[in-house]
């Protein structure tokens, strides 16, 4: 690894634990800045995601590039399957701005891909996945490494930006449904409801038991906020949008935003002007916790149809980022 990068004073080591926990979260800090990432993030957050990693060892699917006796970078690689895709290897890296452009991206990047590689074949599958990586909006930088490693940009997905809620739209629901709270013995027929709306989309990953129980537990949880539409004469979940505030975020940023996300309707609802009610009372719901703004991530593709959707609800794109794919 040293040899990789040409630069004498850097050195590479794996993960050792809790221990690491204060420089990865300052390393992750740092880039994230330098990439003008809004992603506010704490020794909590960074202790309950280790806790929770899926398809990964971070023992054995991590590497850091250590500089001048300081943590530099990062890098770490696990797997997932899509049906439609097959198996994919994500990796995901940070690197503080002082240390970039020096080779060592590029190293660990390659180290990530080759340990996947024996993933792979530990788990005696042909190396015929893919692997992925994520570029955000500013990492111009980072887009260019990729290419120049043989990736591709896949897909591009927006962040969409509702800059007031003052004025709402009044959108009714269609008839035969009605709004009803999300009460604990209602979320896995939300749960349930999420899945069958989202096997159409792009990236589409088959729910687990296991995602259930982290969903439940993570910190966007907020039934409260949630719209859910039940078709009164089937006693189905018809819709949702699974709203939540990020109070931490909003504090770190100073501001007032909240999230319409986990937009869905079942497939017998459709093009009935369900979502766009939904939509309008997630964003009531947001004002009426003292909300000024509201944001959500959409695809791109137009065949989705959902950023004209969200633009049809007062959203406006901010930033635009992309999904890089390499054979393996």
Known sequence: MPEATGLPDVHFRRFRGEPDYPALLAVMKASETADKNERPESLADIARNYSHLTNCDPYRDMIFAEAGGAMAGYARGWWWDEP????????????????RRKGIGRAMLRWTESRLRDVAAEQSMEPRGHFQVNVDHYQAGKGILLEREGYSPVRYFYEMVQPSLGDLPDWPLPDGLEI?????????AI???????SQDEWGYQANTEEAYREWIAGPHFQPDLWQIAWDSSTERVAGHVLTFIDAAENRELGRLRGYTEGVGVGRAWRRRGLARALIARSLGAQRARGMTESALAADSDPSAGAASLYESCGFRVVRQDAIYRKAM
């Open 180 to 188: 009803r709270p999300a009460e604990p013995q209602h979320y896995r």
């Open 191 to 197: 749960w349930a409801s999420v899945d069958e709306a």
């Open 84 to 99: 439609v895709t097959g198996r994919l290897f994500g990796i995901v890296a940070f690197l503080v701005p002082e240390w």
